[in-house]
């Protein structure tokens, strides 16, 4: 990295994405190699201090979990059909309270459905991984440079709350080679999980304010770890569902919402006396960008929130939005999965959608749904 | 040998009689026999009657999913990779049926752990359904005609998957020698507990006799094989380099004589260099001080039909990386033609550079032929169509594409000089 505008690098998202991970603090890769996440995986051989190859994505969750009992700060990468396998095992390394970021490449779906073809398709799913209402926090990187910052936040994010992060992508911000400025990259941080350093009696799931328990690896000869992803005490004892227990699970909400304003980034780039709000993220962010940009060329005065915390949703985006007579939300998939996470069913006065599939969104579609008279 | 404790003493969570007590007790006999310590050890328990002992035992206890105990401790034994560790797994014949995938794959790998496989040949805690172990003449509350199949052998299943101890024992009285030396076993260890569940199979098969039932299903009780080697190490890349290397650089020394973005799309066939001409052009492009993006898009299999690469350039960042209307199209193979056919009847102006074997698509934009696949051959007529769309439109001069060219290995099998007669 040089300063300087002339270091323009020839980079896709896969390698900002793996290299600020790795800076973050994780230290395992393991993965199930599947289109388009195939770069994280072949850059994750090169750059994690361990990388394994999994022979299917449930085994690839249940040694993550693995390592990450033992002390690791594990990562993998994968696409809707590994995922869909995941699933329960993300449910139970939320439960034992593990860090761990699973990078999600979004791909045209349902079912295999086109693997070379990006789409944004799975946010609701994520939006639904954990059964009974819980949140994994969930980020979208919308250019290059956020495949470098909100990486780093995603991994810190799992290592400060204790819990699986979902990182949301898609086939063209991880594939596409772009010219790049590196020259302003951020300094990243290194993070470390907190262990317990007291010299009474080690409580696996007890807490302090901050509603994240303290970590013990299994590593160490000084204090039992009882983890269990059923239902259980403070102390990782099953229980079916003493009040106590209720109130352990119920923190795993409690602690993702608590620490939201120390995780929630979004670029709002608004214009005074603009009546016309565009919401989107991840890929379609881009041509949303570049669609702003023209209208505002042409006199039109309209502005964007480019979302990058997806989940837990935040209640300042739908505040923002409620600002604006006409609010036009940006993604690729068939029906609005970000638009009716902000807004419900029931949808808002001025709420309209620019949706596509198999296809990258246009900048020009945009603007036309911007000018629309409604 | 220590009598240190490993169980609290406190009352088992089972039924009475039911074979997952002898289990536990024969654990901690074990382990003391080994000398261990409680925190030498960690317990990883699966989802089943058997799972919920978890509570009475001292050592680091977890507890995850039905089925997948063993993924979890392969796991974790690879991220401790601590000899001095003991990581045992206790599942049932129903953990073993839904989960068999990380037990073969765990012998295989040879993961440092031990599987202990409590096969009272059904589903306890679900209420007595058959598994894949329920051998033949088998009764249970959901199949009381008896099962018409054999159950698996798991041992001849670990034992052809590279195990390195496997044993079956009848899970009565003292086998705590058997455990231990499974527990003693570098690398992957199973044994293979036959048990009875009181409330279901003693139900369901009554008069029936353990030992008996074990023999006349086939089953084996000895040690399959013992000392085997084969140790999962996991694997430390010691000197990771950063993947931001300066060579990913591109130092301007041309300059670009465009006037507005321009976004170009190759069509051709997979093979024939469509994704390295479209990276050399935007290479170049960036060596004259120009923006780029490369965006590729293939079939799923990577060696047939079509190969497509989108390539904009600009003076200004580039946001938007789509180019559903191409300005410049260079469609060199059927294949490429096939593809490329839609984005050529959007063209309302530009130039298409097509071969002369296709036929000219229906189009707004101007078309050059030019035979690229006769002059330099299939493998590089894409490269062709790169450099000879560059010598015509001027977006920079040719020596950037040349200097990319000649830095690439590419160019000690193949001349520049064919590329550069237009
Ligand atoms: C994925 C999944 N499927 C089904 C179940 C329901 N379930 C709980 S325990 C169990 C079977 C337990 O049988 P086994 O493993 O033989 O143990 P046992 O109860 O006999 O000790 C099943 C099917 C589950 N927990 N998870
Ligand atoms: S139901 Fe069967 S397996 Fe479960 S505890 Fe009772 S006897 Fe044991």
Redesign the pocket.
Known sequence: MHPGKTSLAFIDGSRLITESLVRAGADTFIGYPITPANLLYLYATKRYPTMLAAPDEITTLQWMSGFAIAGHVPVTATSFPGYALML?SINMAAMFELPMVIVLVQRLGPATGTATCGAQGDLSLVHGTLSGGYTLPTFSPSNLNDCWDISAKALHTAIRLRTPVVLLTSKEMVMTLQAFDWSHLAEIETLKVKTFSGSDTYIPYKVDESLVPDFMPVSQNNHAVRLTASTHDTKGFLQNSTPEAIENTKRLEAKVTKHLQEYLLFDLDEQAGAQHLVVSYGISAQASREAVRQLRARGEKVSLLVAKTLLPVSRDYVDIANRYERVVVVEENLTGQLRQLLFGAAGRNGLSGVNAIARMISPSEIVDEVMRKF | MNNVKFLTGGQLPFCKGCG?VAVAQNTEKALQKLDFNPLDVVLVT??????IVDKNFLTHNVHG???RSSALAAGISAGLSNPNKKVIVF?????AT?GMQHLVGGAHLGFDMTVVV?N?M?????GGQP?EFTPCGFKTPTLPEGSTKSGYDICELMLAAGAAYVERVVGIGDFSDSLARAFSTKGFSLVEVMEI?TSYGVKSNPGMKLPKLVEEAGWKVKVFTEAKQRLFQTPQNSNPTSLLSEKLEVEPKYSGAISKPVSIMLSGSAGEGVQLAAEFLARAAMLSGLYATKKGSYPVTVGVGYSAAEVIISHEPILYTGSPVPDILAITSADGLGYARTAAGRMKGGTIYIDQSLDIPQTGAETVVIPFREKVGAQNSSLYSVFYMVGSQHFFPMEALRDIFMANKISQRVSVDIFMQL
């Open positions: 329960e | 997952h699966d989802i089943g009657c058997h799972g999913l039905h089925g599942t049932g014949d129903g953990g839904i409590h009272n059904l589903y306890g805690m679900t598994s569940c």
